[in-house]
């Protein structure tokens, strides 16, 4: 056999190889992040979104992320019932506590809290499911401090930032879930 012949066909199976791992590497990232794999996809396109997403892997690799302590947890719940009450009161008010505890629990469990999108890119990593609750709630935590969000934004966002939070302070163990 010609030995072009037996390059051409080294060169196919290359490339058969490659697209077949390119493949899995797409569907176990679509199966990892759900959701977010749809959004980045559509802010990234079809060759960015595989790129995108296992960037954030190797970052959250190198994230010293912890399990909260159950006093941490018990103390952090407490805090979360007196902003929900307050809600009924104040909701603008309610909204900035809201957020501002997500921060503290996010960054005593060690995400980085250099920008908001960054961190959101993070959080997506162990919590793919959740984290549009946070960008939702962000934004509409945004328009609540420029006085552009009704009550009903409000609510919205107060129900944004809890589904976030019960995930962060029911996770025991966020190290299991990176691979």
Partial sequence: MPIWVIAVIVVVALVVVAAIASAVRRRRLRSHFGPEYDRTRQERGRFGTTSELTQREK??????????SSAARDRYAQEWQAVQTSFVDRPADAVR????????????????M?????????ISVDHPHVVDNYRAAHAISMANDRDQADTEDLRQAMVHYRALFEELLGDAGDERRVS
């Fill in 59 to 68: 970052r959250r690799k190198q994230l010293d992320i912890v399990p909260l």
């Fill in 97 to 112: 506590e809201a957020d501002g505890l997500v921060l503290r629990v996010l960054q005593e469990r060690g995400y980085p």
């Fill in 114 to 122: 250099d920008n908001f999108e960054q961190r959101s890119a993070d």
